[in-house]
């Protein structure tokens, strides 16, 4: 992983730091919830918690404006989060309930929000990847300037989708910002035993796509890198590639004994690396907030996760009935 | 020794051509690759070269002349000395007998049943939607399924149509012949050959807000972008508890065209058909292929649209109206009758309707139901037909096992076992990949005579 940039820029201010302080801690403590509820079985199947990249979501979504687009895979609980998705809905997506985000019927890894412009959630690896160049090529088609972020893994990355994707919306000029999340490990592979091109931002040049790496550990870093790619899709550029280096503290999914890895290796990261407390010493060096606001801070976001996560055990089970529905639209949705 | 030169067979399905212009004269000596004339096909106009060398003695063809049989003289080439009247003349005597060309590959001797000859498509029953009077125009499926996007692109500036050679080089079947012309290459969008990602594009698009319509050369490619037909395309709407649906057209030929063997020739309908989310609609006439498509294009559902290769130059009476569509999950009656029903869709109706007149000459009358739609699935008809039948049989092109057949005769196991004077036979092709030897495919594919004896069997006559 790259060395962190020193990112303690005098121009970055107080709210901002606070802001990405609060969101990121939200995602971790939300995680944090949500695999509790599974441990107690009241998370089914498979899911896949997103502890340890959160600075990817927050930096990213920093550098975004209204109306922009959004999609990833099935570790998606953090993108949900960072764009404004209600966490209450979220979480009881998570149990199955009627109040989730898909009225139970989704789950995990397949969730949308039309309002913010987060269009899953695919629990197919790679598949959002040409899906979300087609949300980009809807903008394009209607003379909007928005951009669309697509997020995959870098296992994804190996997906031969991504390299027809890459292709089109080279061709097309799509405003698509590829956002590799480079977590080190596709599922227990890790990359160096998945391919001799480890670089995955490089391979856009094969199409003629502009990218870079990025420290995914630094939410400034990943916001500013987040502003250059998103100024040259408005710029009507064509699409750009980051690949945010980051790293997954939990196993694949809750079911991962994760022997692929040591326990000093995650220990190290957590210690030396940590995009929370990265933000949190910018926050005190600066003398921004004392302890004690960060601790009060800390208070009400475990209030807000505990609330979503009271709200996924009392939201009832969806209603039989719901079993058929939503197979066919009867009038044509309003998508955009 | 004179050569004959004969009306080449351009692609696997042409019949006949257009000598649209010849390139050299009478007299004139010709070398093997030289451009001797520009045939116009039912798809493209192609060049044709020379494979010998000699004077072209004789012209039998002239230029401009239409529906030349693939395999008639066309020319004779002579060897100095040679007199190229009389070499004509012997040409010209010799030329295949009207019924035996137009087969672009030799007959295989040893297949059961004679093959089918170029059916007339017979007159349909009246289309109910279509008010009494309203004129008819003679229309090719093809033109019919062009005119279709066409009109509904005009509607609604949203529907697009992307796919391989959809463009600049007019369809590789014609279809979108005219439509980069009239709506430019923002609308009608060429694709690098990338099947899996043009398909997941479109189901973002559809995503995004717009109504793409995607192309599939053949649906056999489609293979390729499976997962994004059902696992995003089908699946989101419900996923997403009803927020994101995926209005868009996935359209293309489907099953086998002829002589292209196993992996070009595959009757899809039945795996399609099994998808929840998915609307699956397999038009026979030029009509339904019209109004069909343009149902399925303001359909808020993602819509497989299986066409034909083989019914792309039929003709067929289009109601001519402003704005003619086709209601979904409504089968069509085209032959009403008392004694058998047989139930067949696509391309199959073709030979359910041979073996309904066949049957008829015997005085067996069959009721010849067309699905038109796979899914939403017309059982009610069915069960309607059978009530008054007694018998049914099934007649479609894919495989056995779990075939549209198969569902329906459950169905009326189900539904109409009451009523049934004999077990539901399924015509199908057979249980074998598609074979390229000519005789071996005839075998392959379902036949009239096999819809005639099934439904000899099940009347017991």
Sequence with gaps: MATRKSTAKPNISKEELLQYYRDMLLIRRFEEKAGQLYGMGLIGGFCHLYIGQEAVVVGLEASADEGDKRVTSYRDHGHMLACGMDPKGVMAELTGRDGGYSKGKGGSMHMFSKEKHFYGGHGIVAAQVPIGAGLAFSDMYKGTDRVTFIYFGDGAANQGQVAETYNMAELWDLPAVFVIENNQYAMGTSVKRATKSPDFWERGAAYGIEGEAVDGMDVLAVKAAGEKAVAHCRAGKGPYILEIMTYRYRGHSMSDPAKYRSREEVQKIREERDAIEHVRELILQGKHASDDDLKAIDKDIKAVVNEAAEFAKESPEPALEELYTDIYADVAPQNA | MATEILMPALSPTMEEGTLAKWLVNEGDTVSAGDILAEIETDKATMEFEAVDEGTLGKILVPAGTEGVKVNTPIAVMVEEGEDAEAAAAKAQEAAPAADAAGKAAPDGGSAPDAPPAEPKAAAPAPEPEVPEGTEMKSTTVREALRDAMAEEMRRDDTVFLMGEEVAEYQGAYKISQGLLDEFGAKRVIDTPITEHGFAG?????????????????????????????????????????????????????????????????????????????????????????????????????????????????????????????????????????????????????????????????????????????????????????????????????????????????????QEAFDWLDAPVINCTGKDVPMPYAANLEKLALVTTKEVIEAARQVTYR
């Design chain 2, 201 to 413: 594009l479109g189901v973002g698009a559809a995503f995004g807000g717009l109504r793409p319509i995607v192309e599939f050369m053949t649906f056999n490619f489609a293979m390729q972008a499976m997962d994004q037909i059902i696992n995003s395309a089908a699946k989101t709407l419900y996923m997403s508890g009803g927020q994101m649906g995926c209005p868009m057209v996935f359209r293309g030929p489907n099953g086998a065209a002829a002589r292209v063997a196993a992996q070009h020739s595959q009757d899809y309908a039945a795996w399609y058909a099994q998808v929840p989310g998915l609307r699956v609609v397999q038009p026979y006439s030029a009509a339904d292929a019209k109004g069909l498509l343009k149902t399925a294009i303001r359909d808020p559902n993602p819509v497989i649209f299986l066409e034909n290769e083989i019914l792309y130059g039929r003709s067929f009476d289009v109601p001519a109206l402003d704005d003619f569509t086709v209601p979904f999950g409504k089968a069509r009656i085209w032959r009403e009758g008392s004694d058998v029903t047989i139930v067949s869709f696509g391309i199959g109706m073709t030979y359910a309707l041979e073996a309904a007149e066949a049957l008829a000459k015997d005085g067996i009358e069959a009721e010849v139901i067309d699905l038109r739609t796979l899914r939403p699935l017309d059982t009610a008809t069915v069960i309607e037909s059978v009530k008054k039948t007694n018998r049914c049989v099934t007649v479609e092109e894919g495989w056995p096992v779990c075939s549209i057949g198969n569902h329906i005769s459950a169905v009326l196991m």
